[in-house]
């Protein structure tokens, strides 16, 4: 039987890895490279996806739904500019910018994750 040089454990002479932690058992244990902080350090946000995400919300903001306004059968009206809306008693559509601000910035934050700098 061979011992283990990480967990100590006896193994069988036929295993080339221990079965407890993994380690390969013909090389010496070797310690994890010190690190300065003891702690791996996260990789910095994209900070250009970031701009464009405040770039669409500015767009979601300037441009939003509009909707009917109350006194008639809802209906969506589509996006126009904020000072020209598609008809004179329009409404903007706050559930619906409401729900487009929202995704507009779980996607930007969620981006800027994905493709961050290591």
Known sequence: MQTCPACQRPQPEINRFCTYCGRQLDEP??????????????????IH?????VAALVLAIVFPPW???????????????????PSPDAVISRMLQTIE???????????AFLFRKK
């Open 49 to 53: 996806v970031l701009y464009g995400m």
């Open 67 to 85: 909707e009917a306004p109350p006194e008639q059968p809802p209906e969506f009206l589509g996006m126009h500019f904020i000072l020209s809306p």
């Open 29 to 46: 244990a070797q310690a994890p490279p010190p690190s300065q902080s003891g702690r791996s350090e996260p990789g910095q946000l994209n």
């Open 101 to 111: 601000l929202i995704t507009i910035t779980i996607a930007g934050l969620y981006g």
